[in-house]
């Protein structure tokens, strides 16, 4: 069965700094991996995704994430964090074979510090 | 338009009430989620439809009965709940994954329910 860690519940760094928030998971055959965005008290927002294809993927808001199978990796990278992205970031998985059903990783919480 | 809209925003009721909250998508989408959040978790999926015909039931109970009256619009009915249930309810849509697909969920801003 899959499953998604997300190392972290809680990052903080500050503004202007690189944003690494890590994300593995565990799938035995290849996944479909999102990152979703949560700001306070709203729903989830997509930031990008990875189905095939090119590994580094590039999503909305300056971030980016690349897929590295031999390391069953999918961290989430912006080279200069700004306030607005304060938020909570779901790392998640999905197989072709159950496509209705996305694993949610346990979340991390991202705070920039002025 | 990539927009679930979802009404109320805020909820309040009673353990004896009957509400429903609602769920509404025009993006063509043909599969739709009902899920719950609580603080500081992720969210837990409760329901899938798909083709407007219930596929996935997370084991729910019967206090929460859903409802697929259309492919646009989806609803959650809500009876003698217990204060264990306050979270915030989301809904999300998608295309189904019988579709050329990328598969994502859009989710809708969520309904806070908090039961009394």
């Known amino acids: 069965a899959q499953s998604v860690t997300q190392l972290g519940s809680h990052v903080s760094v500050s503004e202007g700094a690189l944003v690494l928030l890590r994300c593995n998971y565990s799938?035995?055959?290849?996944?479909?991996l999102f990152w979703y965005v949560q700001y306070p008290n709203q729903g989830l927002q997509l930031l990008l995704k990875?189905?095939?294809?090119?590994?580094l993927v590039k999503g909305i808001n300056g971030f980016e994430a690349e897929f590295k199978k031999s390391e069953t990796s999918f961290h989430l990278t912006k080279p200069s964090a700004h306030m607005s992205d304060a938020a909570e970031y779901f790392c998640?998985?999905?197989?072709?074979?159950?496509?209705?059903?996305?694993?949610f990783g346990s979340g991390t919480r991202l705070s920039i510090r002025p | 338009d990539t927009e679930v809209t979802q009404t109320p925003k805020h909820l309040v009721m009673g353990m004896t009430n009957k509400k429903s909250l609602k769920c509404e998508q025009h993006m063509g989408h043909r599969a739709m989620y009902w899920y719950k959040q609580k603080a500081k978790k992720p969210p837990e999926l409760m329901f899938v439809?798909?083709?407007?015909?219930?596929?996935i039931n997370e084991s729910v109970p019967s206090r929460f009965s859903p409802e697929c009256p259309n492919s646009s619009l989806l609803n959650l009915h809500l009876h003698a709940l217990q204060p264990e249930d306050s979270a915030l309810y989301l809904c999300?849509?998608?295309?189904?994954?019988?579709?050329?697909?990328?598969?994502?969920?859009?989710f809708g801003p969520g309904t806070r329910l908090t039961v009394t």
């Open positions: 990875y189905t095939t294809g090119a590994t």
């Open positions: 998640a998985v999905t197989l072709y074979s159950s496509a209705s059903k996305i694993i």
């Open positions: 999300a849509s998608s295309q189904d994954h019988e579709a050329e697909s990328t598969y994502e969920q859009y």
């Open positions: 439809y798909s083709y407007e015909k219930l596929s």
């Open positions: 799938s035995s055959v290849p996944p479909y």
